[in-house]
């Protein structure tokens, strides 16, 4: 059981140093190097990780293949990892996903393409870290260290508005990490030095430090996950990211936000998470139907699927606040769910992009008669996106929905007006693009998918399947873990 | 046997499956012959089931586990009773015609393998809706037969009045299907499983238990949870005001009208509504609705079906119409009267869509009926076929029709509901109407003048054996399963306990004891007896004559007619202003509010405001802390020593 003791070591750095070998091929002559390495550092990774779902106790809610080692003794700072059932899943998505993203860059990326390789595969180490870490320091640091590859993936390889786009999410996100990590020294100063985040899951707070404590975490979880109103850099950071960024932004920086309320403000605040429900509940179930009726009239097809991802997450945040099985359940396969989603749309957009150079909808229609596969393909995603039955789309909205209704009939009745609202923009926007009369000549030029394409799009749309014809696995990983989160957040801590 | 449950499903989805992916490579005899093969097979195991379940055997079982979410396992799995029996004899019947007729009718079609793939596909996904023996596969082959229902309207893509349709049927759908997850949603919350059989178990406990939706209101708990299923119903069987998709969703191929939008996919409301009747019989004031809302169907729609120029078209409001009927008699508590006309609708409406169908490609995609006339000659396959379709329709014994409309119409003269009344006064005039607009549409079609120009006159003839087979095929039951089943599903307990009806609304009870003692023949003679003694017999032959009258005797007329009553023609031909209130209100409203929300909500308040806004602020306060460093030594210097002041001055303080 050597490697098992190591695992989580193993699944965050071999991806770091293996980005870091691959930046060493170092100029695009040598290209194909970096990106056979690249895979298979991916695909290694990926490997590492399947030990994590397969030799995972799902009866336990402990903390599991933890390792603990002295980090910075003077500051009682430990290097800490364990995962149990809500971050192994979001593991197992992460590598995957990045496996798809490095197939997407393929034949895309020409430009630097080691250095785009590396970043990748560096940011995945360090994302793999946030969902690992037991240690509020060495979370703080993956934390602000995986925002550097995703800073540079915009800056470098985004497009002509990037700058722009990159410092707007650099200072969002900024202005809410420095919130966080004087709440991490609060907790470091109120708990006798100590960093343990399950330590601070036990440790008694008033509620007015409580609340004030749960803000300032909610500074830096609400930007990215990105709740209204500090949504506004999503889009703008999406239409400027190449796909490979949109897709992990979409697919996995998202997911940090909610994972940190799951990990952090539920568990240690639970009196302020219950004072604030109102405020929580209120903004999710803004953003589910204002950004829903924003992404209906947006014109550029990745702003659409950006506010969509945006509606999307108030569902998983929607769940959490609500305080029961089936809603918090239900956030959590959302999370996933949402990741092979959205990260599919934004590849089929990519697909696209790369032959005609354009994401306006206005300037497609009828590319079903030159691309029938990859037609069908996004019939699929579009389908789930708008939650239908059999795609892992429905899983999530039916859970939050079904635990909604038990809380508050009109939570469920306005959350459930994204099964109206985004059926709306989904398939609107696929009569616009997919549908009809060839529009113009660029579409009327277009070659259907090519074998990688299809690889990418169908791995994706195997999970999307599979989490929606048999979501119990699943389920049953997280069962436990999320009733223990459960008890958690109902036992008050008040001194 | 449950191997053979399991098969009929799976024997269409695997064709489907190898249609939509390899049917490219496999051609189209071969896509053709597996979907074909596959659902006569189906169809043939259906029937064995329903023999089967006829001798007594029942299931109910899971088939495997799909979730569990809070200690609550959701299954998918079969409930196999003689509802579910019947359905399943129905729509695999309807659809293996419809696979034979496709053949010939999608000949020319480029699309040819993916209409094979759609349409055992929706097979598949239809048998899975009413095998279902719990809320949510139900759900989830609600959606699956939406899905499908939406490609095949969408099917030729490059129509722009298709993909226009297609995204309607969806949306509006999702209405009804809001509503139906939000019912579903309190099921779960107050019976704590989404099983059928435990949830009806437990019904009676809860009837009149108060649930409060919104703060300080209380409502009756059976009504809240059944009028949110009925929604769901309302959308699927397309019930006014959620009936607006069913007529455009004539932009698909008329195959898929007579399967998906008039046998089957549109009747997945009705048999849901009788599915639930243990729930539905608690709450008189959804009764109450059901009836109101299946009448004005019933009777406003058939109004709209008379001004319909487009063949298809006026079967389609026939179609809301009659399922307007079948909606009356679920209010009625006259569940068993409902699914009995459901399955002999079933049988002529695709027939009348059938024949229609042959019409159209005889005359190569013509649909407007003024440009017909006189096929009669051309075509006498199809001309006695959509005969027997009309009479069916219409009601006139012995033809299916006559038994299971005035079955519905007896069953609501004995309701005691408060809407019974509405209801009567609706399903008798309705008689008429849909007598005169069936009427026309045959004249029109098939008898007078010719009225299309010459080329096509001469090239019209007869449809070839595939397309006409089926309409012989589907002829048969619209003559026979009417005497043959009024027996037992009218008067005898032929559903058992998959129908549930409370004593005091047991009409068909009632209406039992009116014949009592009357068996076999003699109580089909007195039913006929009685039924051509009536007002609807009448009115229904007052229709087939007025139509001779206005369209075949004086054709000058109804032009006439028209013009005279001008306004309520106008008001026909807007269908009562649905749409353009719809896409006012709705579609234009939610952009509207969409694009105002990211003009000014985003784009002007948030990051004008807030984000920008902090930004400038950031670009003044450094703009005024550039002053400060002048560059001159002296300037600091003096800063510095301020700054020390100011420090000792603390300091020492403290």
Known sequence: MQLLDYILSLVIWTPVVGGLLVLSTGRDERAPVARWLGLGVAVLTFALCLPLYFAFDAGSYLM?????????????????????????????????????????AWQVITDRVAQYIAAFLIMEGLVIGVFSALDALLFYVFWEAMLIPMFLIIGIWGGPNRIYASIKFFLYTLLGSLLMLVAILYLYFASDHSFSLLGYHDLALGLQPQILLFLAFFAAFAVKVPMWPVHTWLPDAHVEAPTGGSVILAAIMLKLGAYGFLRINLPTFPDASHALDWFMISLSLIAIVYIALVALVQEDMKKLVAYSSISHMGFVTLGFFIFNVHGMEGGLVQMISHGFISGALFLCIGVMYDRVHSRRISDYGGVANTMPVFAAFMMLFVMANSGLPGTSGFVGELLVILGAAQTNFLFALLAGSTLVLGAAYNLWLYKRVIYGKVANDNVAGLKDVNGREMLMLGMVALFVLALGLWPLPLLESIQVSVDHLLVQVSQSKLP | MQTVYLLVPLVCLVPAIIAGLFGWKIGRVATHLLAISGVALACGLSVWVFLDVLAGNEFNGTVYAWGVTGGIPL??????????????????????????????????????????????????????????????????????????????????????????????????????????????????????????????????????????????????????????????????????????????????????????????????????????????????????????????????????????????????????????????????????????????????????????????????????????????????????????????????????????????????????????????????????????????????????????????????????????????????????????????????????????????????????????????????????????????????????????????????????????????????????????????????????????????????????????????????????????QSGFVYHYAFAMIIGLFVLLTLFLKL
Do not use: C
Request: proline content about 3%; hydrophobic content about 55%.
């Open chain 1, 64 to 104: 599991q293949f933890q390792e603990r080692v002295s980090w910075i003794p003077a500051f009682h700072a430990y290097y800490h990892l364990g995962i149990d059932g809500i971050s192994m899943p979001l593991i197992l998505l992460t590598s995957f996903l990045t496996i798809v993203v490095l197939i997407s």
């Open chain 2, 75 to 628: 299954e998918m799995g079969f409930l196999i009773d003689r509802l579910t029996a019947t359905m399943m004899v129905v729509v695999t019947f309807v659809s293996l015609m419809v696979h034979i007729y496709t053949v010939g009718y999608m000949r020319e079609d480029p699309g040819y393998q993916r209409f094979f793939s759609y349409i055992a596909l929706f097979t598949f996904a239809m048998l899975m809706l009413v095998m279902s023996n719990n809320f949510l596969q139900l759900f989830f082959g609600w959606e699956a037969v939406g899905l499908v229902s939406y490609l095949l309207i969408g099917f030729w893509f490059q129509k722009e009045s298709a993909i226009a349709a297609n995204l309607k049927a969806f949306l509006v759908n999702r209405v009804g299907d809001l509503g139906f997850l939000l019912g579903i949603a309190l099921v779960l919350m107050h019976f704590g499983s989404l099983d059928y059989a435990a949830v009806f178990a437990s019904a009676p406990h809860l009837a009149g238990q108060n649930v409060e939706l919104f703060a300080g209101h209380g409502w009756d708990l059976m009504t809240v949870i059944t009028i949110l299923l009925f929604i769901g119903a309302m959308g699927k069987s397309a019930q006014v005001p959620l009936h607006v998709w069913l007529p455009d969703s004539m932009e698909g191929p008329t195959p898929i009208s007579a399967l998906i939008h008039a046998a089957t996919m549109v009747t997945a409301g009705i048999y849901m509504v009788a599915r639930m009747s243990p729930l539905f019989e608690l709450s008189e004031v959804t009764l109450n609705v059901v009836m109101v809302i299946g009448s004005l169907t019933a009777f406003f729609m058939a109004l709209v079906g008379l001004v319909q120029t487009d063949i298809k078209r006026v079967v389609a409001y026939s179609t809301l119409s009659q399922l307007g009927y079948m909606t009356v008699a679920l209010g009625a508590s006259a569940y068993s009267a409902a699914i009995f006309h459901l399955a002999t609708h079933a049988f002529f409406k695709a027939l009348l869509f059938l024949a229609a169908g042959s019409v159209i490609i005889a005359l190569h995609h013509q649909q407007d009926m003024r440009k017909m006339g006189g096929l009669r000659r051309a075509m006498p396959w199809t001309w006695l076929t959509a005969w027997i379709g009309t009479l069916a329709l219409v009601g006139i014994p012995p033809f299916a029709g006559f038994f299971s409309k005035d079955a519905i119409i007896e069953a609501v003269q004995l309701s005691q509901l408060g809407a019974s009344g509405i209801a009567l006064v609706a399903v008798t005039a309705g008689v008429f109407v849909t007598s005169l607009y069936s009427f026309r549409l045959l004249f029109l079609v098939f008898h007078g003048r010719t009225r299309m120009d010459e080329k096509t006159r001469d090239h019209a003839q007869e449809s070839p054996w595939v397309v006409t087979l089926p309409l012989v095929l589907l002829a048969i039951p619209s003559v026979i399963v009417g005497f043959l089943y009024l027996e037992p599903m009218v008067f005898g307990n032929f559903f058992g306990e998959a129908i549930q009806v409370a004593p005091a609304h047991d009409v068909l009870g009632r209406l039992a004891e009116e014949y009592h003692g009357k068996r076999g023949s003699d109580l089909l003679l007195a039913f006929l007896w009685h039924g051509v003694q009536g007002l609807p017999f009448l009115f229904a032959v007052a229709g087939l004559i007025v139509a001779w009258f206005l369209y075949l005797e004086k054709p000058d007329l109804p032009g006439v007619i028209h013009k005279r009553l001008g306004f309520f023609s106008r008001i026909l031909e807007h269908k009562y202003g649905f749409d353009e209130f719809n896409r006012f209100v709705f579609a234009g409203g939610a952009r509207r509010l969409g694009g105002l929300l990211w003009k000014i909500g985003d784009v002007r308040i948030i990051d004008g405001g807030l984000v920008n806004g902090s930004a400038r602020l950031v670009g003044w306060v450094s703009a005024a802390v550039r002053q400060v």
